[in-house]
């Protein structure tokens, strides 16, 4: 008998395994990887009821399609799509978002996204793939981890750990759902500790738009140039978060991809409250800046883990009436 799989239809433009990333190698120069917003990916794990850190799929601007020929728990989390489960029998029913979903043998076509460009499907017993260095992150730079460290594509066949335990014949769906971070607004506020650079105070002065050219290693930005003072610069340890200000004047912001170093200068860091909108960011959005000190970061980050607690405690009370 085969291990349950999940054979990949078409893969979107840029489909990965990521679970909550590597820790502790960024000394040899390993980058951290992982789902860009962690906090969406263990939420869908959460309603499958994935304990740990499964890995999961996390896709970008449209999401894959996927076979399957055994029944599956699913959960969709991040930002919105229309979403659409086509039976063996061609019959088609809509699978809703933020709520565990049990489907039948068929296909799950995940459709373009919504207020937001990048989600996270969870499968109940997770994706059979070997951990490398302690994750089952797929490092797109280093091409190891996830599949074979690359971005899904058509054709390829995803292992799961064990059986799902579902016996659903039909779709099945409760009409709750739940949500951890409000859809962006029409101009993203990002907070950040500055620097003691020059032009670090000068972030929050003007307003910025994503540049089309940013991926997971970093959000280029597009607006009035900043200024950059000649001279050399020593190359220093960098993180996701890091704001660097190449010789263009226009900041790019490293993510879970991100190199270990870099000899640009440093304008400062993202508060961690709020590297989960960056993860969302499309292509020409406005976002602004605003400087905060790290009381004011700490007390935000309190703040949000407070805000995910509760939210577990719904949700173990949801979860135990299905």
């Given at each position: 008998?085969?291990?349950?799989?999940?054979?990949?239809?078409?893969?979107g433009?840029l489909?990965?395994?990521?679970?909550?990333?590597r820790?502790?190698?960024?000394?040899?120069?390993?980058?951290h990887?992982?789902?860009?917003?962690?906090?969406?990916?263990?939420?869908?794990?959460?309603?499958?009821?994935?304990?740990?850190?499964?890995?999961?799929?996390?896709?970008?601007?449209?999401?894959?399609t996927?076979?399957?020929?055994?029944?599956?728990?699913?959960?969709l989390?991040?930002?919105?799509?229309?979403?659409?489960?086509v039976?063996?029998?061609?019959t088609?029913?809509?699978?809703?978002?933020?709520?565990?979903?049990?489907?039948?043998?068929?296909?799950l076509?995940?459709?373009?996204?919504r207020?937001?460009?990048?989600?996270?499907?969870?499968?109940?017993?997770?994706?059979?793939?070997?951990?490398?260095?302690?994750?089952?992150?797929?490092?797109?730079?280093?091409?190891?981890?996830?599949?074979?460290?690359r971005?899904?594509?058509?054709?390829?066949?995803?292992?799961?750990?064990?059986?799902?335990?579902?016996?659903?014949?039909?779709?099945?769906?409760p009409?709750?759902?739940?949500?951890?971070?409000?859809?962006?607004p029409?101009?993203t506020?990002?907070r950040?500790?500055?620097?003691s650079?020059?032009?670090?105070?000068?972030?929050d002065?003007?307003?910025?738009?994503?540049?089309?050219?940013?991926?997971?290693?970093?959000l280029?930005?597009?607006?009035?140039?900043?200024?950059?003072?000649?001279?050399?610069?020593?190359?220093?340890?960098?993180?996701?978060?890091?704001?660097?200000?190449?010789?263009?004047?226009?900041p790019?912001?490293?993510?879970?991809?991100?190199?270990?170093?870099?000899?640009?200068p440093?304008?400062?860091?993202?508060?961690?409250?709020?590297?989960?909108?960056?993860?969302?960011?499309a292509?020409?959005?406005?976002?602004r800046?605003?400087?905060?000190?790290?009381?004011?970061?700490?007390?935000?980050?309190?703040?949000?883990?407070?805000?995910?607690?509760?939210?577990?405690c719904?949700?173990?009370e949801?979860?135990?009436?299905?």
């Amino acid at each position: 008998m085969s291990a349950p799989h999940i054979k990949v239809i078409a893969p979107g433009p840029l489909t990965t395994l990521q679970d909550a990333g590597r820790h502790g190698w960024r000394h040899v120069g390993v980058a951290h990887a992982g789902a860009l917003d962690p906090d969406s990916a263990a939420l869908a794990n959460r309603l499958v009821g994935n304990t740990g850190n499964e890995a999961v799929l996390e896709y970008t601007l449209t999401g894959p399609t996927l076979a399957f020929d055994s029944p599956l728990r699913i959960a969709l989390c991040g930002a919105l799509t229309d979403a659409l489960h086509v039976a063996v029998d061609g019959t088609r029913t809509a699978v809703g978002h933020g709520r565990p979903v049990e489907l039948p043998p068929g296909q799950l076509r995940i459709g373009r996204l919504r207020l937001g460009i990048r989600g996270w499907l969870a499968v109940a017993s997770g994706f059979d793939v070997p951990e490398v260095l302690g994750s089952r992150s797929t490092d797109l730079r280093g091409g190891f981890g996830g599949l074979d460290g690359r971005a899904l594509a058509r054709g390829d066949a995803l292992v799961l750990r064990a059986p799902s335990g579902v016996a659903a014949e039909v779709p099945s769906q409760p009409a709750w759902w739940v949500e951890f971070d409000d859809p962006l607004p029409a101009e993203t506020l990002i907070r950040y500790l500055p620097s003691s650079h020059p032009a670090a105070m000068r972030l929050d002065a003007s307003h910025w738009q994503v540049d089309p050219r940013s991926n997971r290693q970093g959000l280029r930005l597009h607006g009035h140039a900043l200024e950059v003072a000649p001279g050399d610069i020593i190359s220093a340890a960098v993180a996701p978060g890091t704001i660097q200000l190449p010789p263009d004047g226009r900041p790019i912001v490293l993510l879970a991809d991100a190199q270990t170093t870099g000899g640009y200068p440093r304008l400062g860091h993202v508060a961690a409250v709020d590297m989960p909108r960056l993860a969302q960011l499309a292509p020409g959005m406005p976002l602004r800046w605003q400087a905060v000190d790290a009381h004011q970061s700490r007390a935000l980050w309190q703040a949000r883990r407070a805000q995910w607690r509760r939210l577990m405690c719904l949700l173990d009370e949801r979860l135990s009436t299905l």
